[in-house]
Nanobody
Framework: QVQLVESGGGLVQPGGSLRLSCAAS????????MNWYRQAPGKQRELVAA??????NYADSVEGRFTISRDNAKNTVYLQMNSLKPEDTAVYYC????????WGQGTQVTVSS
């Protein structure tokens, strides 16, 4: 059974930092690309960052502030988020993209003073 478990969300002031983690089990983690998505209230889920064998990609809105990385020995993917803004407030999800198509339960990130 595949499980993706996110952690590390919380409340942070504008300009602050958080590091999200996503621990995977039940898959051969090292061969899979991994994504981070987010969904703000009333908005569609959007792709924030992706990591593949070829490198990393970011949404324009987070480029230069967020960094995706992975530790294959720990079956974990991370999202380091710096210089956070109120508009980064959302539920953040990790994802194994199609054809596998697995999702975690999400972790809430709130950026507010």
């Amino acid at each position: 059974q595949v499980q993706l478990v996110e952690s590390g969300g919380g409340l942070v002031q504008p300009g602050g930092s958080l590091r999200l983690s996503c621990a995977a089990s039940g898959i051969i983690f090292s061969i899979n690309p991994m994504n981070w998505y987010r969904q703000a209230p009333g908005k569609q889920r959007e792709l924030v960052a992706a990591i593949t064998r070829g490198g990393t990609n970011y949404a324009d809105s987070v480029e230069g502030r967020f960094t995706i990385s992975r530790d294959n020995a720990k079956n974990t993917v991370y999202l380091q988020m710096n210089s956070l803004k109120p508009e980064d407030t959302a539920v953040y999800y990790c994802n194994v993209p199609s054809p596998a198509g697995y999702w975690g339960q999400g972790t809430q990130v709130t950026v507010s003073s």
